[in-house]
């Protein structure tokens, strides 16, 4: 702990880096969907609502709680009460876990990128993915093969991991969020430009963004909404709180919340509508309605869309490559993110140098993988994304909260923000911190429960 902190070259870098970090897989595949099957249009109110009420104000409060504590979260909740250092391991410990299977699914984009150019996945893009790619077992207890491909794309991820956070916070992962960031919003414009002009891209764009007004009452429709914005600005993984404590002295903190709150939404409706303009041509070639295929997540990204990259024709090659590059770039700023909470914490511990923790944290993660580059990776994925996205998040979020706002005293935090900030945030950020966000995490955590019982 003698060591100086590491600290980002400009307030850009940092706030690049957060952005790099929220903007994920989440944004592509998860949002489009999220938007659409939850009311279309209407579903904005329950967003923004989140946004406001939970997703900007935890942000706040995680990046006051690094930048005034000056640590990753283990070290922030020590030096805020001795007796919370567990609290603060928690998070850092979820970070770890996701990171085990996000580079997995890293690993299928950067294949399917490859893909891409000679469109190796044929006509049937179901069975190519399940069986000639992923080579998957009829059972999670089987093993099967060890399948190379996977294996030699996770090891890609983990060397680009452990390279960029091996450089450190402003030689390595601030350089690298101020190229693949930008580069990712001109590909997703590319993208969004020749989408919208696609035959059929008007239906798959109607069907988004038309209304359903009855979803604003429905209770499920507001859990989404609450789960996309933590689950989309990587709140509640200790990234935020570790990312804000390499902050200089003097930050304007409150001011950047908002942007990455706004510039993660900004990008969220820019893959919307690139997503459903697609799909929206995709449903007109098939002669079929736009719901029949609308997809999400894996079924979305490794099925449903190389089909329409193939039924395109050449210009499908130039797409599936702008696609996949989208996925890969948005991936490896949120994996990043992980690899840095994940070491920071444990260079604080011990007082380790960077270069050894992290290399450290990059070999255990990389041996783990192995374990998914098998023909059951696909069902250990599914298990233990499902745990953590319905409780592991969730519970850090509210134990943070009660924590921090109830505990530590909301008003303390909210002071030192404020103090350093050119805008305040008034007393309303206590209420959301202390009542609003803790409650509707309570009932998050019970209607997942709920749901699993049923
Ligand atoms: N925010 C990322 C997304 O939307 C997901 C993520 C979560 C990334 C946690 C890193 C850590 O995909």
Request: proline letters at 3%; charged letters at 10%; aromatic letters at 16%.
């Amino acid at each position: 702990m003698t060591q100086k902190r590491d600290q980002w070259g400009s307030k850009a870098g940092f706030i690049l880096a957060a952005i790099g970090s929220a903007v994920g897989l989440g944004n592509i595949w998860r949002y489009p969907y999220v938007l659409y099957s939850n009311g279309g249009g209407a579903f904005l109110i329950p967003y923004f609502f989140a946004i406001l009420t939970a997703g900007i104000p935890l942000m706040i409060m995680e990046y006051g709680l690094g930048h005034k504590f000056k640590g990753s979260p283990p070290l922030a909740f020590a030096r805020a009460n001795k007796r919370w250092e567990w609290l603060g391991w928690w998070p850092s410990i979820n970070s770890f876990i996701i990171l085990t299977y996000y580079t997995l699914i890293l690993s299928w984009a950067i294949n399917y990128l490859y893909f891409s150019i000679t469109q190796a996945w044929g006509d049937d893009t179901n069975s190519f993915f399940f069986k000639d790619f992923l080579k998957m077992t009829d059972s999670p207890f089987k093993l099967g093969g060890f399948v190379w491909p996977v294996f030699s794309g996770i090891t890609i991820i983990w060397l680009l991991n452990w390279f960029v956070c091996y450089k450190g916070v402003s030689g390595g992962i601030e350089k690298l969020n101020k190229i693949l960031l930008p580069t990712l919003v001109v590909a997703m414009i590319i993208i969004v430009i020749r989408g919208v002009t696609l035959p059929g891209a008007s239906l798959g764009l109607n069907k988004l963004f038309s209304p359903d007004w009855s979803k604003v009452l429905d209770p499920k429709v507001w859990i989404a909404a609450y789960g996309q914005v933590f689950f989309s600005l990587s709140l509640a993984m200790g990234i935020m709180i570790t990312y804000s404590s390499y902050l200089p002295k003097k930050t304007d903190i409150n001011n950047s919340a908002f942007m990455t709150a706004f510039a993660n939404s900004g990008f969220e409706f820019l893959s919307a509508i690139g997503v459903f303009a697609i799909l929206g041509y995709m449903a007109s070639t098939q002669g079929v309605g736009v719901d029949k295929v609308a997809s999400q997540g894996i079924g979305l990204a490794f099925i449903a869309f190389p089909k329409v990259f193939t039924v395109m024709g050449g210009i499908g090659k130039l797409f599936g490559v702008l696609f996949f590059i989208c996925l890969v770039f948005a991936g490896i700023t949120s994996s990043i993110s992980l690899v840095e909470a994940s070491s920071s914490a444990l260079i604080d511990k011990t007082g380790a140098g960077r270069k050894k923790v992290v290399s450290l944290v990059c070999l255990v993660g990389y041996s783990i993988s192995i374990v998914y580059s098998t023909g059951a990776g696909l069902y250990f994925l599914d298990i233990i994304d499902n745990f953590i996205n319905s409780y592991g998040i969730v519970t850090v979020g509210l134990l943070e909260a009660i924590t921090i706002g109830w505990l530590f005293g909301a008003s303390k935090i909210r002071e030192h923000t404020n103090a350093i900030s050119y805008f305040s945030i008034g007393k309303w950020w206590n209420v959301m911190v202390k009542f609003i966000t803790p409650l509707i995490l309570t009932f998050m955590i019970i209607s997942n429960i709920v749901n699993e019982i049923i």
